[in-house]
Nanobody
Framework: QGQLVESGGGLVQAGGSLRLSCAAS????????MGWFRQAPGQEREFVAA????????QYTGSVKGRFTVSRDNAQNTVFLEMNSLKPEDTAVYYC???????????????WGQGTQVTVSS
């Protein structure tokens, strides 16, 4: 049974940067596409970014394009989300997840981490 563990969240001022990591254990996820989602209080979980198993293709939601970058290191079984120019509206719990294919639809993801809190102050 595979596990995903996110880290790197925290409190940052608007305009700042954070780098989230998602470490996989228990199995290899090199054959899976990986996604990042976020959920703010009182809101539904929303898609943020995804990357194919080889890292050859990525996908982003419109509000983070040009500011966030998703990448992966299959040798380390780790996925990253580099977040720059952070805004207060980016405040949420961020989750990584694994899916057989790259998609922005949460039900297609089979494995989920526990989440890491990102808070952006104005």
């Amino acid at each position: 049974q595979g596990q995903l563990v996110e880290s790197g969240g925290g409190l940052v001022q608007a305009g700042g940067s954070l780098r989230l990591s998602c470490a996989a254990s228990g199995r290899t996820f090199s054959g899976y596409s990986m996604g990042w989602f976020r959920q703010a209080p009182g809101q539904e979980r929303e898609f943020v970014a995804a990357i194919t198993s080889t890292g050859s293709s990525t996908q982003y939601t419109g509000s983070v394009k040009g500011r966030f970058t998703v990448s992966r290191d299959n040798a380390q079984n780790t996925v990253f989300l580099e977040m720059n120019s952070l805004k207060p509206e980016d405040t949420a719990v961020y989750y990584c997840a694994a899916s057989p294919r790259m998609t922005g639809w949460a039900p297609e993801y089979d494995y989920w981490g526990q989440g890491t809190q990102v808070t952006v102050s104005s």
